[in-house]
């Protein structure tokens, strides 16, 4: 069975970092691509980021560009996301999801981890 | 960059068929897929390429896609089918690109 479990959010100050992480089981995780995705409160969904398999392709939403850094160990299994210079504007549900090589859909999804950006 | 339209919400008895449009321009050249997400839970992938169940969706859960319009259909809507439905593409200048998303209300 599928599990995409995400954690690492919180409440951080704008300016700073948070580190968000996405452990998966249930499938072979180093032959599937990975995203994040988001939803502000009260707002709709919207792409943030993607890596391929291997680490060895990555892109990024125009809003997160240079800020957000999307990264994963296929060792143990888990995808991260590394957000510094955060805005109020980045508070949001945040999502992992995978997606199989070739594929433009969300294959299955996590149930998130909330980050709120706030002084 | 590439823009998809929904209405913010759409309302149906139960029993009945409801439907929720996707605008976008030339929408029927790209694949189309459809999620649904409840409150406080995961989204789900429900119609993906237009108009293909993944294991798990209800067959009462179509899909179709032509010129600037791609449409959700719900046939003999439950209450559980309440949530919000999300069309979403793959766009070469745009990425991943998500509708604004329908409220669906099961009166």
């Known amino acids: 069975q599928v599990q995409l479990v995400e954690s690492g959010g919180g409440v951080a100050q704008p300016g700073r970092s948070l580190r968000l992480s996405c452990a998966a089981s249930g499938f072979t995780f180093s032959i599937y691509g990975m995203h994040w995705v988001r939803q502000a409160p009260g707002k709709g969904l919207e792409w943030v980021a993607v890596i391929s398999y291997d680490g060895s392709n990555k892109y990024y939403a125009d809003s997160v560009e240079g800020r957000f850094t999307i990264s994963r160990d296929n060792s143990k299994n888990t995808l991260y996301l590394q957000m510094d210079s955060l805005r109020s504007e980045d508070t949001a549900m945040y999502y992992c999801?995978?997606?199989?090589?070739?594929?433009?859909?969300?294959?299955?999804w996590g149930q998130g981890t909330l980050v709120t950006v706030s002084s | 960059s590439y823009v998809l339209t929904q209405p913010p919400s759409v309302s149906v008895a139960p029993g009945k068929t409801a439907r929720i449009a996707c605008g976008g321009y030339n929408i029927g050249s790209y694949s189309v897929h459809w999620y649904q997400h409840r409150p406080g839970q995961a989204p789900v992938l429900v119609i993906h390429y237009n108009s293909d169940r993944p294991s798990g969706t209800p067959e009462r859960f179509s899909g179709s896609n032509s010129g600037n319009t791609a449409t959700l259909t719900i046939s003999r809507v439950e209450a559980g089918d309440e949530a919000d439905y999300y069309c979403?593409?793959?766009?070469?200048?745009?990425?991943?690109?998500f509708g604004g998303g329908t409220k669906l209300t099961v009166l």
């Open positions: 979403q593409v793959w766009h070469s200048n745009s990425f991943w690109v």
């Open positions: 999801a995978k997606y199989a090589e070739g594929a433009t859909e969300f294959e299955h």
